[in-house]
């Protein structure tokens, strides 16, 4: 008997509507999943327009608006969730870039990357540890970088943020393994999104030509080490940083 939407489990992606998001948010669906997508608020118009684009390829996704950078903004988004279920997959995806030398960084453009993308680890993950807890079961994927693995020039407020994530994921798995929850990274490397056409043409030229694979990746390439990873047979792996680069950068 095909499941019906209630007796799905529930996942939420933050940054859902986004590029690497909507890869996640496609492979989870299809997984069976129900899913949640979280917009940052003031993209609402383009997140509603996404939906119903969505629902036309016959996936059906709430939306949820909060700004994962703001701890307030997280609890409400939590108890938004809480009346669907429980949450049995976290996907902390939403990111940000600000790229300047440091000579020329505003300090606004540090915090954002900062509280974005390492305040929201903090932020979001939070509002479901104790449930996942008290299920005995939980996923959480946190997306970081190639470049919080070796740095990038231009970078020096992602790259840190980055290579924090991988901590937080450290520590939190080491907390969680008694208790049924695996918490990963997976570092995607150059992947097929308008973070990476932003990069300016000679430099992205420069960057392409080092692929070992000789490609750049899809989106759907980290869909699947997210699926991986969440898999109920993956229980055993906790604490890792899944490179998935091409073979840019190996460790
Ligand atoms: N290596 C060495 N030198 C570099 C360089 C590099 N990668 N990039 C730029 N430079 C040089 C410039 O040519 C310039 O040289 P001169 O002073 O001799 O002219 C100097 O560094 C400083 O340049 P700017 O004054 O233009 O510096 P800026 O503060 O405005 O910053 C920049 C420019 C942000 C670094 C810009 O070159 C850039 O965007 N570079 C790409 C950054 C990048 O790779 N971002 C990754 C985005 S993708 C992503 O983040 C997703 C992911 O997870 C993988």
Redesign the pocket.
Known sequence: MPSTKSDRKLALVTGGTGGLGTAICEKLHDLGFNVIANFYPADEQSAKTWQSEQLKQNRQFEIIGADVSDNESCVQMAKHVSKQGQLTVLINNA?I?R???L???KPHHWQAVINTNLGSMYNVTSQFVDGMIEAGHGRIVNIS????QRG????TN?SAA?AGVHGFTMALAQELASKGVTVNTIS????N?D??L???EA?RN??INSIPVARVGEPADIAHAVAFLINDQSDYITGNDLCVNGGVFMH
């Open positions: 990111g870039t790229d300047s030398t000579r020329n960084m970088s190639i470049n919080g990038q020039f231009g970078q992602y980055k995607p490397g150059f992947i999104t973070m990476v932003a990069i300016p430099q420069q960057i």
